[in-house]
């Protein structure tokens, strides 16, 4: 938890009069929450930019936006969960489930209130980036399983075919949430993926390849939990012992799901073309190309690609959008 926050894992549940106010009249009815948390907001912070990668797809069934804030869903390591963030002068947490307490701890590696401000070697285009976006943060949701499962879907189909099949599978696989908002659900345990099995799972529109990914990575879920207390190196490594996972999906895992700084995705259809183009106007590019570009931040390439995704940058387009992802 970041220096100065104003609850703590042994603080949970305590009443924190600003949370109070910062909710307000906005109060969701239903049962009360069994956890509260409120913390400094970090100066300057983007929650709403910071955040964007949480969510897969507008229709996420598990993460819902709201003005000044979201609901999010859980499966911890203590139960499951729901919590409600509210941004203003700081950010207040409320959550409901068995694991609220656990999941209030997991606050601030979400929203990214423990990442420092962003300092890059200079470079003319990431220096104007910076300055732009001086607010973003990166997040660890902390949850490898659903990390791995949210970037396997990607796997070889547009955005727009993932996000959809990320909703049809909390929608059949996942539970109901606690709390108050009855229709989020959470994503889906190793437990019910397993369960599903190949057929179930092409039913709800995964792919054969993907289906099998999926199982490989549900049977071995407890040990790939490891990969988040693993140098990025050695975590790569562990994700990509798993058939079906390679370098792509360990680093968008990693970079997007995990926060770390290092991993660049290789193998990504468009990606070498928008750092290429971000970087040197150079409309196409190449993996080579994009790493070579990228190694003045050795060590914190994905950062780089995060500054460009947030300035929806993009290369120009020769024939019809089709973002595949790989393996």
């Known amino acids: 938890m970041r220096p100065g926050a104003s609850v703590d894992r042994a603080m949970v549940g305590a009443t924190h009069a600003p949370a109070e106010a910062a909710v307000g009249a906005e109060e969701a009815e239903g049962p009360a929450p069994a956890a509260t948390g409120a913390w400094p907001l970090p100066r300057p912070y983007d929650f709403l930019e910071t955040t964007r990668m949480l969510r897969v797809g507008a229709w996420d069934p598990t993460v819902r936006r709201e003005p000044g804030g979201l609901w999010r869903t859980a499966n911890t390591p203590e139960g499951v969960a729901t919590v409600r ?115 179930g799972l092409q039913q709800l529109g995964v792919g054969f390849q993907r289906a099998r990914t999926l199982l490989a990575v549900a049977r071995a879920a407890r040990l790939l939990e490891q990969a988040k207390s693993l140098p990025t190196g050695e975590a790569s490594a562990l994700l990509q012992s798993v058939r079906g996972v390679g370098p792509w999906t360990a680093a968008v895992v990693l970079g997007a799901r995990l926060g770390r700084p290092e991993p660049v995705p290789v193998g990504d259809l468009h990606l070498p073309h928008t750092v290429s183009w971000a970087l040197a106007g150079e409309p196409r590019g190449s993996d080579a190309r994009m790493l070579e570009l990228l190694e003045p931040f050795q060590g914190l390439g994905y950062r780089v690609v995060r500054l460009i995704h947030a300035a929806r940058i993009e290369a120009p387009r020769r024939g019809p959008r089709m973002p595949l992802r790989r393996r």
């Not at 962003?118 to 220096?127: C, N």
């Not at 396997?152 to 547009?158: D, E, G, K, P, S």
């Open 85 to 199: 963030l509210r941004v203003g002068d700081q950010v207040c947490a409320q959550a409901w489930g068995p694991g609220a307490a656990y999941a209030i701890g997991e606050v601030p590696a979400w929203i990214g209130l423990d990442d420092p401000v962003w300092a890059l070697p200079p470079h003319p285009v990431t220096d104007r980036l910076l300055r732009r976006h001086r607010g973003l943060r990166a997040t660890d949701t902390r949850d490898v399983f659903q990390a791995l499962v949210t970037i396997v879907l990607q796997q070889l189909v547009t955005w727009q075919e993932a996000a959809l099949t990320w909703r049809r599978l909390c929608s059949a696989l996942g539970a109901p949430a606690p709390g108050p908002i009855g229709d989020l659900r959470l994503a889906p345990t190793p437990g019910a993926i397993r369960a599903a099995g190949p057929e």
